[in-house]
Every structure is written in C-alpha cells, then in structure tokens.
C-alpha cells in the first residue's frame, strides 16, 4: 500500500472568476448547521453539506465603521462559490474531485477547533483523505488579521501525482472581482496574478492579498 501525505499551505494553483455583472446580493443569513468561528475583526464560515466556505469582516477596520460586516468572498447561499479540487494523475489517466463532492464511498465531517479559531473539515473518497484547515491567523504573529487556508492530502491507493485548485469567488464587498499578488521568496517584489495559474510553492511565500 502506497501511503503520501502532503501538507499544503501555499495554493497550487489560483483560479479567478470573470466578473458577474451584477451587484452582489446581501449577505445571505447563515442556514442551520453552518459552522462560523470569528475573532471580533474576521469571520470564517464552513458549510457541512459540501464543505464550502465563506469570509467576511466582523469588525474589520477599527477606524474605519463602514468596513464592519463586509463580505471577502461572495455569499452564496450553500456557500459553494468558493471550493476546492483535487486532481489525481495515475497511471496516465486524470481525474478531478470536488473537496466535499459525493463520490463512492465519500464521507464529510466538518467541526470547529476547540480553540475557536479555526474549522476543520475532513473528506475522504476513493483512497484519498483530505482534510481542509481555515484558521483565524493568531492576533501575536506578523499575519494577524489573515485567514490561513492548509490542506493535508493522504493518499492510501496507488502512487499517483496529486494537485489541488482552490477557486476564491473574491467580494470585496460590493466589488465582485479581484486580482492576487503574491510575494516572491527572497524577494521584496509581488507577481500579479490575473489568470488561472499553477504555483510552485517553494518560489513564494506562504501569503497573498487581492485588490
């Protein structure tokens, strides 16, 4: 039995949404079940139907009042705008699973930490486990004020080469689309990231922002 685990924080590749065309609803009221955590300034919000997530702003800026309760993500109402994907390449042949998705055998559980600072969710599927991590970033570190998406993939079956895609239907509040900078190792230098591309983890650093 082949046995891989892969704990990624940077995001291998970014997808970006075209822009609507519309203005974005209100944020739409959570449902029963969703499981929020936040820290006075961020909020964090899974879906455990189908692992979905959703950030906004609590307090957000101190200084600034109309920066409260401002959408970061686009609010769907089953939180599913913002996803991820799991790409398997074994033996020649690719295949793309949604994270959360119901496939043979797939099983979901989402729970918050103890802790209250973050949301675990577990999904497993056809010898693939993986659990998806969104945390409150600590308020005593340099990213305080950050959200910290990880993903640990294990893989019980055959070798394969494992990939994950994260699409981030970027808010902004009113403002439904966005592009990513992300900052170069060893380099005080940002790349502007305005199409769907694959990132090599060791060529940046372990944050981005949008504007």
């Not at 401002?70 to 799991?86: A, M, R, V």
């Not at 945390?135 to 494992?162: I, R």
């Not at 966005?178 to 060791?202: C, P």
């Amino acid at each position: 039995m082949n046995f891989i685990k892969r704990s990624i924080a940077v995001l291998l590749i970014i997808a970006l949404i075209t822009p609507m065309g519309t203005a974005l609803a209100d944020t739409i009221p959570e449902k029963q079940g969703i499981q929020s955590v936040d820290n006075g300034y961020l909020k964090i919000s899974v879906n455990p139907k189908n692992g979905g997530f959703h950030i906004a702003t609590a307090l957000g800026d101190k200084l600034n009042k109309d920066d409260n309760n401002k959408d970061l993500l686009y609010p769907s109402g089953d939180y599913d705008t913002s996803f991820t994907t799991l790409r398997v390449i074994r033996d020649g042949e690719t295949k793309d699973y949604i994270f959360g998705g119901k496939y043979s055998d797939s099983q979901l559980q989402v729970e918050k930490y103890p802790t209250g600072t973050g949301i675990l969710a577990s999904w497993s599927a056809e010898g693939f486990e993986v659990e998806q991590r969104l945390e409150l970033v600590a308020e005593k570190t340099s990213n305080h004020g950050m959200v910290q998406v990880t993903y640990d993939v294990v893989n019980t079956g055959a070798p394969a080469e494992v990939q994950l895609r994260i699409l981030m239907d970027t808010a902004l509040d009113k403002q439904d689309y966005a592009y990513y900078e992300m900052l170069r190792v060893g380099e005080t230098g940002f790349d502007l990231i305005t199409k769907e591309t694959a990132i090599k983890s060791k060529n940046y650093g372990n944050a981005f922002f949008c504007l």
